[in-house]
């Protein structure tokens, strides 16, 4: 038998399995791929919020990457909590010399608020991690942390999106979902734009929506799809675990991950 795409995830622990590394891989497994990882820190982390973080040293997280890479090999890569600067240029370092397409959700606080990438580090994300992004997918908080543009309304999207591509990925995915009404995605390269709507579900469980999606958009890069194909794929995923999402613990409960493996059977 011939072994699915492979896909890396380098990115913090979420101890309640909603999100971070746990989400990462979910996904992955639903999406058809094999899904490895590269711990960066690990969380005290549940459905109220992030109780506590911890990062690994820079050198634990080299050779976890160099022990998958050099001998697995990988189709696609997704960062997700990076945690400080030391973290986001030696892992910036890394997919550098890697031949694969890196989706680069540059996590910077949790659903409930909480930080998760210190102050210090943003210089380093917007240098050494976005230019080697081929896509880079930060929600409004996000995007409003790197380049300053503050999105409001549907039309600063485009505006945001050419703030982000300044600093050098190929594609920018500017995430609309804190909008009110539809939720709509702006996935743009600087010269085609694609506008990626889904119908707002009533439903709160929404933790782990973007490290779902910036997994799911590197599983199917991995199968072969262009940017757009995988991204437009990932968001269809992502609403439908949206969804289905549902309670756990007594605050926000996750995307349901395994919905569509369900439905195929």
């Not at 050779?63 to 600067?85: C, E, N």
């Not at 300044?166 to 920018?172: I, Q, T, V, Y």
């Not at 794929?233 to 007594?250: D, Q, R, S």
Request: hydrophobic share 45%; proline share 5%; with cysteine.
């Amino acid at each position: 038998m011939s072994a699915p795409p492979r896909v890396l995830t380098v990115a913090g622990s979420d101890s309640g399995g909603g999100a971070g590394v746990q989400a990462d891989l979910k996904t992955m497994l639903a999406l058809g791929t094999h899904g490895m990882s590269v711990l960066t820190a690990v969380t005290a982390q549940n459905s109220l919020g992030v109780q506590g973080a911890w990062e690994l040293p820079a050198e634990a997280v080299r050779a976890q990457y160099r022990s998958v890479v050099d001998d697995i090999g990988v189709q696609a890569v997704k960062t997700g909590m990076l945690a400080s600067a030391e973290l986001v240029e030696t892992v910036a370092e890394l997919i550098s010399g890697t031949d694969a397409p890196a989706v680069v959700d540059p996590v910077g606080v949790s659903k409930h608020g909480d930080a998760l990438l210190a102050a210090s580090a943003l210089d380093s994300v917007r240098a050494r991690l976005l230019p080697v992004a081929t896509v880079a997918t930060p929600n409004l908080d996000e995007v409003a942390q790197i380049t300053g543009v503050r999105v409001t309304a549907e039309g600063d999207l485009r505006r945001a999106a050419g703030a982000l591509l300044e600093f050098g990925p190929r594609w920018a995915l500017i995430k609309g979902g804190h909008l009110p009404g539809e939720a709509v995605d702006l996935l743009t390269d600087g010269s085609e734009e694609h506008w990626l709507r889904a119908p707002r579900h009533d439903n709160r469980h929404t933790h782990g929506t973007g490290c779902t999606l910036a997994s799911a958009i590197a599983a199917h890069l991995a199968h072969g799809l262009s940017v757009p194909a995988a991204v437009t794929a990932a968001k269809e995923y992502v609403t439908g675990a949206i969804a289905a999402g549902f309670p756990l613990g007594g605050g926000i409960g996750p995307v349901d991950h395994g919905w569509a493996l369900r439905r195929r059977t």
